[in-house]
């Protein structure tokens, strides 16, 4: 089978729509530095290019603009240096620069396509060439008639049809897309779509193209269709939607219009923010706040230094300043609270406002998920002396879009907060479940270590009780210890005629029998289980004993298990980890062929990395897997990222053989993409995913042949027109056609050869193959074989000393590793350094491999056409097929000129006139 027959093609997730985005990275302008550069030999090496087709580009001016000509092999300058950029021949015309824009010169130096354009590359064989004009990429014609315009989203950051070749390296700006677990869909969007974001209103805000990095905002429906057209609203920043009025952004301004376009009122704000209500809430011209309804009628003024950051409270607006709070309710309703400095704590689905300057934080307010206060003012005056500690609060720092239910248990709930006297005489107390502050004279102390119901209070002798979330004893204070709940059960010691007796008691104080020897090997309480042990060191088992059924669920066969969270737990045996389910039964089954502890991610999955247990990888990088708890089965395996819910029983995923996609619990991907994602964000059931630019390749008539999948552009090399191929990290190699070469993923094409080079990474050798994927030769040492350099059927090589020779592409040796550093072989010859004798000098080699041209020069190009530069001696030299000096180009009256051999002026005909002495 040879090479092209082993091409598997690449089979993309999704089909990619190019959008339009153009960058584009210009050819670097001659500056200071260069023309520095090309004023002493020593650092002119860029200042003359290879001859193509018999011409070679020159730099010669030295003084504010570069003047590039050409030269024939000759030395004699046959197009007048008159260009601020040139390229060399291809397919007989050149790319050169005359002022700002680009045009073509034939080999006469004549015009053949005028200058016009902001940028230009090479005609490919097919006579045309890629071009900018008028911000645009275009293939024009050999006449410069513009034969397709390619859309906006397309660059040339590339050298395009590099001398001349079919494909063109092109880069796209990749279209963004929305995926929605619900529908298993993706989004069908408009080719010209740049921009879109999560669902407004039942739309999705996208932005429409119109040049290469700008375009308008409008709205898509759920089939891709253009709701609300952009040139509708004309808003270039992102506009908001809230039900039937639209907000748009002009000028740094905002304004009102309905979704077909029309101005609702005449008012402009400095901000506006849409409410879940479907009201507003905007800042004036004048800075200050109102809340507007969804007609967009004043409802009331909003303290500005109330309101500075704004926050979604379940179905409520927070907004909290230096001076206060304020809550937007559902209904409009609003709560205004002043406090300076106030900090906001959630405590379920209720909101404390803290005072916190002064001493010690105090509470000024607490509301329920309507905006109604809590505390009365007498609570409030109680509350002042004492040092308060809410119990289960959480800083709101960020949105928080769901609130829990309200558990009206008080036997299942904490009191709000347990209150420490500020007269250290007095006993402790409580805030209780309906806002009162509550104390007994009994009361020693409140435990607060535990974190849920129902709270422990230990007495002034010396006994234990536990109260509800108003205050009322649940258990009585008849015990010395209660271990703090974990769920419906604790541990609880009586001291009955002097004897510490342990019991397991429920929430409300009764006693539950418990064997004596599952009681005497308890380890912990979890989820209406006790969790017991049997043997000892490395014998030791762990079993579960259910406390409702009074009987064993597992016995004991688990060298580690953890506690259970939503049905299931971890537990390891002899064989590794697996997944227990609630009634005693593995989920998914430990497997000896399996390492790693699994880690829940919600609905029913989890997750296993091959780097959870250290040292397992080292420092590569973890690969995840995906496990279904219902079938106990991978739903996916070799994942490069640990998997993110979205929705119901969906989750994003990263393959490892690239890109992202959206995977369902029987293991399909419903939609999927390519290439990784630069961003996401998940909203319910809603992925948005933006994209990086990616290259692809395009033909003589600008169609894609190689679809924008990669990272880098390509660099396709005859004869067997293969390209090195990088796609989010993963290297392959590919033909023109886009077909991967399975198996030679890590190989590298050698120029002018059927043969490939790949690295052996476990023996350490590189290896040469042939077309039919045969191997050829082995050498000692990864990437000994130079492939980059390979040329006219030989190929450098360095062995184990780190010295150069070259081979055939037999791998036969033609000349011995006795150089420090070579060249490619061309027209017979090879730049070499060889240290020893001639210290960091280049000169060129033989095929034989001596030194046909003494090493002399600080640098030296391959030879080209017969002919090849180099500088030394203050002096740049134009080599002839012999090796010997057929022109110099040396600098004179702060320009360069060119002489012959002989020291003949080539160019300018005369020596030139220097105004104040001069060189």
Request: proline fraction near 5%.
């Amino acid at each position: 089978m040879n090479c092209s027959e082993k091409f598997k093609y690449i089979r993309n997730f999704s089909a990619l729509t190019l959008v339009l985005n153009a960058f584009f990275t210009m050819p670097a302008h001659a500056d200071d530095a260069q023309l520095r550069a090309c004023g002493n030999a020593k650092t002119a090496k860029d200042c003359q290019l290879p001859f193509q087709q018999g011409l070679s580009p020159v730099q010669v001016g030295l003084s504010r603009e570069p003047q590039w000509g050409y030269v024939d092999t000759t030395g004699h300058m046959v197009i007048k240096p008159d260009f601020s950029e040139a390229r060399g021949f291809v397919n007989d015309l050149a790319a050169v620069k005359k002022g700002d824009q680009f045009g073509y010169i034939d080999k006469k130096g004549h015009w053949v396509i005028e200058p016009r354009f902001t940028h230009a590359t090479d005609f490919n064989a097919q006579g045309t060439a890629l071009v900018v004009t008028d911000n645009r990429l275009a293939l024009i014609d050999k006449k410069g008639a513009v034969i397709k315009t390619l859309p906006f989203a397309v660059a040339l950051d590339s050298r395009g049809f590099a001398g001349g070749q079919a494909l063109a390296s092109v880069q796209t700006q990749v279209s963004p897309a929305l995926w929605n677990a619900s529908t298993d869909r993706s989004l069908s969007l408009p080719d010209d779509v740049m921009a879109l974001d999560l669902p407004q209103s039942g739309l999705i805000p996208a932005k429409k193209r119109d040049s290469s990095e700008e375009g308008y905002w409008g709205y898509l429906d759920e089939n891709g269709d253009w709701a609300i057209n952009p040139m509708v609203l004309k808003t270039r920043d992102e506009p908001q939607l809230n039900g039937d009025v639209v907000a748009v952004k002009t000028k740094n301004l905002w304004s009102f219009v309905d979704r077909q376009g029309v101005a609702l009122n005449k008012e402009q704000y400095k901000s506006v923010r849409p409410l879940a209500s479907g009201s507003w809430l905007v800042t004036g011209n004048d800075n200050n706040k109102q809340l507007l309804s969804s007609k967009l009628e004043k409802v009331q003024d909003i303290p500005a230094d109330q309101s500075e950051n704004i926050l979604v409270w379940g179905k409520a607006t927070l907004g909290t300043g230096s001076k206060g709070i304020v809550i937007i309710g559902a209904d409009n309703q609003i709560v205004s609270l002043k406090v300076n400095k106030p900090q906001v704590l959630q405590q379920g689905n209720h909101l404390w406002v803290m005072q916190t300057e002064g001493k010690a934080p105090q509470v000024a307010q607490i509301y329920d998920n309507n905006g109604v206060a809590l505390l009365n003012d007498a609570t409030l005056t109680a509350l002042k002396d004492y040092q308060l500690r809410p119990l289960g609060t959480v800083a709101i720092t960020d949105d928080v879009t769901a609130l829990p239910e309200t558990n009206g248990d008080v036997a299942h709930s904490l009191p709000w907060a347990v209150l420490t006297p500020a007269d250290a005489s007095k006993p402790p107390a409580i805030l209780t479940s309906q806002g009162n502050v509550l104390s007994d004279p009994q009361w020693a102390s409140v435990e607060i270590s535990g974190s849920q119901a129902p709270l422990i209070i230990h007495t002034q002798t010396k006994k234990t009780g536990a109260v509800d979330a108003s205050g009322k004893w649940v258990i009585q204070p008849v015990y010395t210890q209660i271990t703090p709940f974990e769920g419906d059960y604790t541990w609880a010691v009586e001291n009955a005629n002097n004897t510490d007796v342990k019991h397991l008691i429920d929430r409300n104080g009764n006693a539950i029998e418990v064997p004596a020897d599952i009681q005497k090997n308890a380890q912990r309480l979890s989820s209406g289980l006790i969790y017991y042990t049997e043997g000892e060191k490395e014998a030791q088992r762990w079993g579960l004993w259910d406390i409702a059924s009074k009987s064993i669920k597992v016995a004991p066969q688990f060298t580690e298990i953890d506690a259970f969270s939503e049905g299931y737990a971890l537990a390891k045996t002899d064989e590794g980890w697996g997944v227990l389910s609630a009634n005693g039964s593995w989920a998914i089954a430990p497997d000896a062929e399996r390492s790693g502890k699994f880690q829940y991610i919600g609905q029913d999955a989890f997750t296993l990395s091959d780097n959870d247990q250290p040292g397992e990888r080292g420092a590569l990088a973890s690969h995840y897997s995906l496990y279904s708890a219902q079938s106990g089965q991978a739903l996916a395996t070799d994942l490069l990222a640990r998997p993110q819910a979205v929705g119901q029983n969906h989750w994003l995923v990263q393959p490892s053989e690239g890109g992202v996609a959206l995977l369902d619990n029987a293991g399909r991907s419903p939609v999927s993409k390519a290439i990784n994602a630069s961003s996401i964000s998940v909203e319910g059931d809603w992925i948005k995913l933006s994209f990086a630019p990616h290259y692809g390749a395009i033909d003589s008539q600008g169609y894609w042949q190689i679809q924008p999948l990669y990272t880098a552009e390509f660099n396709f090399i005859a004869p067997l027109n293969l390209s090195r191929a990088v796609s989010d990290g993963r290297t392959m190699l590919i033909n023109d056609h886009g077909a991967s070469a399975e198996g030679f993923e890590q190989a590298q094409p050698l120029n002018s050869m059927m043969r490939l080079v790949m690295n052996d990474d476990e023996k350490g050798e590189t290896v040469l193959y042939d077309n039919d994927g045969n191997e050829i030769q082995r050498f000692a040492g990864l990437d000994s074989l130079q492939a980059d350099k390979a040329s006219s059927g030989v190929i450098p090589m360095r062995d184990q000393k780190g010295l150069y020779g070259f081979v055939d592409q037999q791998g036969k040796k033609l000349i011995g590793a006795y150089f420090d550093q070579v060249g490619a072989m061309s027209n017979n010859f090879a730049t070499a350094v060889k240290k020893s004798t001639y210290g960091n000098l280049l000169g060129y080699i033989n095929t034989t491999g001596r030194f046909a041209v003494l090493p002399k020069f600080d640098w030296a190009t391959d030879f080209s056409e017969k002919r090849a530069w180099a500088g030394g001696k203050g002096v740049v030299n134009l080599l002839n097929a012999d090796g010997n000096v057929q022109a110099k180009i040396q600098v004179r009256c702060n320009q360069r000129v060119i002489v012959d051999a002989k020291g003949a002026y080539l160019w300018p005909a005369k020596a030139p006139t220097c105004g104040s002495g001069g060189n």
